[in-house]
């Protein structure tokens, strides 16, 4: 029997205004379909004119400017309509959904969503429920004493995985694929037996640990940060907050 990590993955990835998933915007993003390893990946690319001004430093990042969004970006409101299909799409088809840190993409699109659609990234996902397998979370679990930063492409180094061109939302998302691939395959005695279900619910706790933990180091060290440990989507705001 074929183990989840050698079989169908999607993979989701954004870039973004900025890193506020309540007040900041996307900009780009893809989804990556591959059927097995070394299967010829199925991409699908957005660009969108978010309709405020792109500052410098995530410019600085991504490489996409106010211009290049305005005559090349598509508005919003439909982007977020076919996004939130596509990926409504993959969860009734079962595909697991590979998303490097989960509760910032997929809570940035919530917001979009509710912005430009006054509708949310739950009511598409009424009729089957996104299996996510984030590498960040899986990674700090399964390795938790190794040092170091483990960002994406960090993890692509440690688990000898090509990122062709970093921040660029297709290549990211297809990297955090081959990442969690080879995720499965170094743990593959104490991950083949779990189906992606059982991991969805598991990497929901483990992130609050993680997220907990952070917060603790953080009032050790005096920094004023708030950790959230909602995990693979933030709840959004009340109206008072």
């Known amino acids: 029997m074929t183990s989840w990590y050698e079989g169908p993955l999607a993979a989701f990835d954004t870039e973004t205004t900025g890193v506020d998933v309540e007040t900041d915007r996307i900009v780009s993003a893809a989804l990556v379909v591959q059927e097995a390893p070394g299967h010829r990946p199925r991409v699908s690319r957005w660009l969108v004119n978010p ?14 400017t106010d ?19 596509i990926l409504g799409e993959q969860a009734s088809a079962g595909r697991p959904l590979v998303v490097m840190n989960a509760p910032f993409d997929l809570t940035l699109l919530d917001r979009e969503l509710r912005r430009h659609r006054a509708s949310t990234l739950g009511h598409w996902l009424e009729q089957a429920p996104l299996r996510v397998l984030d590498p960040r979370v899986l990674d700090k679990h399964l390795d938790r004493y190794r040092k170091g930063r483990r960002t994406l492409t960090d993890l692509c180094g440690h688990y000898e995985v090509t990122l062709a061109e970093a921040h660029d939302a297709a290549a990211d998302a297809l990297a955090a694929l081959e990442v969690v691939r080879a ?45 959230d440990t909602s995990w693979p989507l933030r709840p959004a705001l009340s109206a008072a907050a």
Request: proline share 8%.
């Open 51 to 64: 309709g405020v001004p792109v500052p410098e430093g995530a410019t600085a990042v991504h490489g996409l």
């Open 183 to 227: 995720l499965g395959r170094r743990f593959a005695a104490r991950l083949e037996r779990l189906s992606p279900a059982e991991l969805h619910a598991l990497q929901t706790s483990w992130h609050a640990a993680q997220a907990r933990g952070l917060q603790a180091w953080f009032a050790r060290s005096g920094t004023p940060e708030t950790v």
């Open 67 to 85: 211009e290049h969004l305005q005559r090349n970006g598509r508005w919003p409101a439909p982007v977020m309509y076919e996004i939130a299909e």
